[in-house]
């Protein structure tokens, strides 16, 4: 390896959402691009986060249907869960994406570069690669994007006993009789009930006063009842003192109330931390916050010239369709663009069964930014689609500014909740009235038709 760097247009350090979609787009265009992925193609999204779960979240809801088979009409046997072929369904699905990425990779004429990225100076990385030696590459502008990875606290014991994470309990080399999930978060409550539907017993540990405590308390109390009728032992508001594992293998999780929890297994899901460490971004000139993450402005630009960041790593909201919105900034910020992250409306599904589905202001945020709010509300069991569809779990409620008719925000709990909140969505960036999802026309009988019932369980302003 020589001492002179080749040259890009465009350097991206790690391919995420973010960083692959960019990459592609700026090669497209005709520009040098390299991007350097230390092993995952496609980022952690299909390979070990979003795709992977969804993929095991079909397979919990179909073991759901084959034991309610008969209230469908169906005499059906058993649906005994085969850990292989949960394996194979979950690999198959994932090898497919990850295929389909590298062909996109190699079309696009990107520089795809194997290998883990080292900052040595400003816009240039040191690359060991995986097949071995090194590669010294800069780039005119640089887009950090290595994202984040579990985050395993300090609890006495844990390193000892041996604990799993999100990424290690997706290899799935077996089924956990007793699984003990600490986090009440986005990860631990879609872990939890997936593998209670398996036919794990679950044992849920959230140190906050309650499950997704981001949510209302109304609607953390929903899903708190619907993981009660699933069976799982919901522990909230106690922290882990300590956690052992006995010589049978059995491990002991003791709570700070004095209680004790015994499980085979424990899924460590209490959030995620940044992939900064190492990567050498003190001599790259990019500053971190106190908790690692980089720093970046509302044109995603990092402390340093020509350096921008995206994704998780640089602290946007842990999700993939905002990290594709990071893309989007940083695309149009690279030709001369003052694109922004400010003021961004960002939908998520909680892919429990039934789905929990958000987009804007909780009631608790809309009254406490001074709001003149009404609440709509809705039990799911009113919807006819859920009649048929036999789901009739859940509750909706919506939010809307009583002085100017808008929609501040909705949550969604029930089936295809999350299909449907795209059209509240819509209706907010739109502009829209509630009073014109209570009055349009809608199929019937679809999910969606639902917000017809939602809305009109609100009071009109008086015609003046
Ligand atoms: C279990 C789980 C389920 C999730 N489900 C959903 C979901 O359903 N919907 C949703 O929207 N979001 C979901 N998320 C969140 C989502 O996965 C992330 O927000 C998203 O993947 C972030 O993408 P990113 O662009 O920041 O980078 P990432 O996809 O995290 O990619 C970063 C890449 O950088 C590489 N890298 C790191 N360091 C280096 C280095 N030094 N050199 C070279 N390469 C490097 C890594 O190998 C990785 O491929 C889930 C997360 C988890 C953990
Ligand atoms: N469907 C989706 O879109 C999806 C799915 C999974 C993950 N994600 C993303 O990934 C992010 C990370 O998910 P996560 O669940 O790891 O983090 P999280 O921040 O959503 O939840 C972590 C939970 O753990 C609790 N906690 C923290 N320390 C604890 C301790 N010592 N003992 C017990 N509880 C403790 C917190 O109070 C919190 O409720 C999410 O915020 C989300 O953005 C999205």
Same mark, same amino acid.
């Given at each position: ?10 350097? =991206?350090? /790690?391919?995420?959402? *973010? #960083?692959?979609?960019? %990459?592609?787009?700026?090669? +497209?265009?005709?520009?040098?691009? &390299? ?119 300090? =609890?006495? /014991?844990?390193?000892? *006993? #041996?604990?799993?994470? %999100?990424?290690?309990?997706? +290899?799935?080399?077996?089924?956990? &009789? ?18 209670a539907s398996f036919g794990s017993m679950v044992t849920l540990i959230e140190g906050g006063p309650r499950l997704l405590t981001r949510e209302d308390p109304d609607v953390s109390d929903a899903v708190l009842r619907l993981f009660l009728d699933d069976g799982i032992d919901v522990r909230v508001g106690v922290a882990v003192a300590r956690i052992d594992r006995d010589v049978a293998g059995t491990v002991r999780v003791t709570l700070d109330d004095g209680s004790l929890v ?41 402390? *340093? ?106 949550a969604l709990l029930g089936a295809e909740a999350g299909e449907v909140i795209t059209s509240v969505q819509l209706a907010m960036l739109a502009g829209m009235p509630w009073t014109a999802l209570r009055d349009a026309i809608i199929t019937h009988p679809t999910m969606t038709e639902g917000l017809n019932l939602l809305f009109a369980s609100l009071r009109s302003r008086p015609v003046r």
């Amino acid at each position: 390896m020589t001492d002179r760097p080749e040259e890009f247009d465009l350097l =991206v350090v /790690g391919g995420g959402k *973010a #960083g692959k979609t960019l %990459s592609m787009d700026v090669a +497209r265009s005709g520009q040098r691009v &390299a991007m350097v992925e230390r092993g995952m193609i496609g980022g952690s999204c299909i390979n070990v986060a979003c795709i992977p779960t969804k993929a095991l979240v079909t397979s919990a809801r179909a073991a759901r249907h084959l034991r309610g088979a008969s209230a469908l009409g169906l005499a059906v046997e058993g649906g005994r869960v085969d850990v292989d072929l949960l394996r194979a369904h979950k690999q198959d699905v994932v090898e497919g994406m990850v295929a389909a990425n590298r062909q996109q990779f190699l079309d696009s004429g990107l520089h795809l570069v194997i290998g883990q990225a080292r900052f040595v100076g400003p816009r240039t990385v040191r690359v060991s690669l995986a097949n071995g030696g090194e590669r010294l590459l800069s780039g005119a502008d640089v887009v950090i994007n290595t994202g984040t990875r579990p985050h395993l606290p300090a =609890v006495p /014991g844990m390193a000892e *006993a #041996g604990v799993l994470t %999100s990424e290690t309990l997706l +290899r799935l080399d077996r089924l956990p &009789a007793r699984l003990v999930v600490l986090g009440g978060g986005t990860v631990g409550v879609e872990f939890a009930q997936m593998f209670a539907s398996f036919g794990s017993m679950v044992t849920l540990i959230e140190g906050g006063p309650r499950l997704l405590t981001r949510e209302d308390p109304d609607v953390s109390d929903a899903v708190l009842r619907l993981f009660l009728d699933d069976g799982i032992d919901v522990r909230v508001g106690v922290a882990v003192a300590r956690i052992d594992r006995d010589v049978a293998g059995t491990v002991r999780v003791t709570l700070d109330d004095g209680s004790l929890v015994t499980g085979d297994d424990v899924l460590v899901a209490v959030g995620r931390e940044p992939v900064t460490d190492g990567l050498g971004l003190d001599v790259a000139g990019v500053r971190l916050n106190e908790r690692g993450f980089v720093v970046v402005d509302e044109h995603l630009r990092t402390s *340093a010239e020509r350096t921008w960041a995206a994704g998780d790593v640089a602290g946007s909201p842990q999700f993939t369709h905002v990290a594709l919105d990071d893309y989007r900034i940083i695309r149009e910020n690279l030709a001369g663009g003052q694109r922004s992250t400010v003021d961004r409306l960002i939908p998520y599904t909680v892919f429990t069964t039934p789905e929990l589905a958000r987009v804007g202001l909780t009631e608790t945020e809309a009254r406490r930014a001074g709001h003149d709010i009404q609440v709509a509300h809705l039990p799911v069991a009113a919807i006819p689609r859920a009649r048929t569809l036999r789901q009739t779990e859940g509750m909706w409620k919506a939010i809307v500014d009583t002085r100017t008719d808008r929609i501040l925000g909705a949550a969604l709990l029930g089936a295809e909740a999350g299909e449907v909140i795209t059209s509240v969505q819509l209706a907010m960036l739109a502009g829209m009235p509630w009073t014109a999802l209570r009055d349009a026309i809608i199929t019937h009988p679809t999910m969606t038709e639902g917000l017809n019932l939602l809305f009109a369980s609100l009071r009109s302003r008086p015609v003046r």
